[in-house]
């Protein structure tokens, strides 16, 4: 690799690991194949020049929220719409898929989500009969 990062073999681990340096941080991707090392630290390299945070294994989705909260969304919109947002991760994403790492967060994991909620709702005391009788909590006379 050039001068951005290093690939070398961990005997330790049996895999390839291409290491590089952000922020004064040693960071590391590995990959079963030589080959596979050097296109995961290209990508990473590549990244960090455009200001892409690598995602930790342990970092959560609720960690993820709060800082995106903090950071991004907090400079940004009026005190109404940060409240909302946050009452909104609060309320629905962290009980959700809160302590799910952000770096195996699918697509599965969100639509599990969305299908709890649309069946949360739509058994939800304050809607109407109709909603209501689909869930079964009421007879068929409306």
């Not at 903090?70 to 109404?80: D, K, L, Q, Y």
Request: charged share 25%; glycine share 10%; net charge positive.
């Amino acid at each position: 690799m050039g001068s951005g990062g290093q690939v070398r073999f961990r005997e330790t681990v049996k895999r390839w690991e291409g290491r590089y340096y952000l922020k004064g941080q040693r960071r590391s991707v590995f990959g079963k194949t030589k080959r596979e090392a050097q296109e995961k630290l290209r990508a990473a390299l590549l990244d960090a020049d455009n200001g892409i945070q690598p995602v930790g294994q342990r970092l959560t989705v609720a960690a993820y929220l709060t800082e995106w909260l903090e950071t991004s969304v907090g400079p940004r919109c009026r005190p109404r719409t940060v409240e909302s947002y946050a009452d909104t991760v609060k309320r629905y994403i962290v009980p959700a898929i809160g302590p799910v790492p952000l770096a195996k967060l699918g697509p599965a994991d969100v639509s599990r989500m969305l299908a709890r909620l649309t069946a949360a709702a739509r058994c939800h005391p304050r809607r109407s009969a109709t909603a209501t009788r689909s869930c079964g909590s009421r007879s068929g006379a409306p």
